[in-house]
């Protein structure tokens, strides 16, 4: 079993920036890739950036060079950094974690980020 407890959503105008964090807890150990979703009003999840576990990243097109993903092990947290952001980031980001041999998906309760313009 993993936990994921996303924080860092707010507020905030166009152009500036945020970061998230989600902080992992339970069998950490067992965690593979990670990576942040997001979900606006209306619209289905989609994918903003990936973690994975040897250490690559992937980010969806409309972040790409705005947002950076990482990860502390050390602290068991995973991080989106986000800048420049848009009108159209304004979505619940959620956090995931892809757990153990059986590749079990594990979600964050999501955290509110809206950009006003």
């Known amino acids: 079993q993993v936990q994921l407890v996303e924080s860092g959503g707010g507020l905030v105008q166009a152009g500036e920036s945020l970061t998230l964090s989600c902080e992992s807890s339970?069998?950490?150990?067992?965690?593979?890739?990670m990576g942040w979703y997001r979900q606006a009003p209306g619209q289905s999840r989609e994918l903003v950036a990936i973690?994975?576990?040897?250490?690559?990243?992937q980010y969806a097109d409309s972040v790409q060079g705005r947002f950076s993903i990482s990860r502390d092990k050390a602290k068991n947290t995973l991080y989106l950094q986000m800048n420049d952001l848009k009108p159209e980031d304004t979505a619940v980001y959620y956090c995931?974690?892809?757990?153990?041999?059986?590749?079990?998906?594990?979600w964050g309760q999501g955290t509110q980020v809206t950009v006003s313009s």
């Open positions: 339970g069998n950490t150990f067992t965690i593979g890739d």
């Open positions: 973690n994975r576990a040897e250490g690559t990243t």
């Open positions: 995931n974690a892809i757990v153990g041999v059986l590749e079990l998906e594990y």
